[in-house]
């Protein structure tokens, strides 16, 4: 695992505008039905990553803007409720997802955005210009890096527990990390399950 120093890792570097897939009418990345874009390139290379493809920023193939319309159409469905960025890394390809996050704002302001990062929200409050202006412009923002040595398969929508599922608009209002109020983990219901039976 890798971990950069401040502002180390520019987007204008090492984004080759690359993208490992497209996933339209999805139920697993992020509340309700969405639209799930995962960029290529990813430098944290987690021991244990689902995904490692996804390390080599050419894996894929470029963002197109027909792809751009694609999504675009894809998100005016009455039924889906938002874009999530997964990867790959989409803060090292915010020339990519940077139009379209702010493009979904303008044309569809009721849908909401998630992005998954290996960049801690501190890291994050510490990044360039170009990162914290796509985090301006996300909703959910699940942080950190996955770590084998806390995988967790109980947990809701992450997979080790020092991830965070973090609400961005009042976190950046409130100037420390809040936690998304839906959070549910399974393990808490094995927890009071427990509980129950003992009682």
Same mark, same amino acid.
């Given at each position: 695992m890798?971990?950069?120093?401040p502002q *180390?890792?520019?987007?204008q570097?090492?984004?080759?505008?690359?993208?490992a %897939?497209?996933?339209?009418?999805?139920f697993v990345?992020?509340?309700g039905?969405?639209?799930?874009?995962y960029v290529?390139? #990813?430098?944290?290379? #987690?021991e244990?990553?689902?995904?490692?493809? $996804?390390w080599?920023f050419?894996?894929?193939?470029?963002?197109?803007k027909?792809? *751009?319309e694609?999504?675009?159409? %894809?998100?005016?469905?009455? &039924?889906?409720?938002?874009?999530?960025?997964?990867?790959g890394?989409p803060?090292?390809?915010?020339g990519?997802?940077?139009?379209?996050?702010k493009?979904i704002r303008?044309e569809?302001?009721d849908? %909401?955005?998630?992005?998954?990062?290996g &960049?801690?929200?501190d890291?994050?409050?510490?990044? $360039?210009p170009d990162?914290?202006?796509l985090l301006d412009?996300i909703d959910?923002l699940?942080?950190?890096r996955f770590?084998l040595?806390?995988?967790?398969?109980?947990?809701?929508?992450?997979?080790?527990?020092?991830q965070r599922?973090?609400?961005?608009?009042?976190s950046?209002?409130?100037?420390?990390?809040?936690i998304?109020?839906?959070l549910n983990?399974?393990?808490?219901d094995v927890v009071q399950?427990?509980?129950e039976?003992?009682?």
């Open positions: 890798n971990h950069p120093k *180390e890792w520019r987007a570097d090492m984004s080759k505008g690359y993208i %897939d497209y996933k339209p009418l999805n990345d992020g509340e039905v969405r639209n799930s874009l290529s390139g #990813c430098p944290f290379h #987690c244990g990553c689902y995904n490692e493809a $996804t080599n050419r894996f894929g193939t470029p963002y197109t027909e792809l *751009e694609r999504i675009m159409s %894809d998100m005016a469905l009455s &039924y889906v409720q938002g874009l999530t960025l997964l990867g890394e803060f090292l390809n915010t990519t997802v940077l139009p379209l996050v493009r303008r569809l302001p849908k %909401d955005i998630w992005s998954w990062t &960049y801690t929200w890291e994050l409050m510490l990044e $360039t990162k914290l202006e412009n959910i699940v942080d950190g770590d040595s806390k995988k967790n398969l109980l947990l809701q929508f992450r997979g080790s527990s020092n599922i973090i609400d961005v608009p009042k950046l209002k409130a100037g420390h990390v809040i998304w109020d839906k983990d399974a393990e808490n399950f427990h509980k039976k003992m009682i």
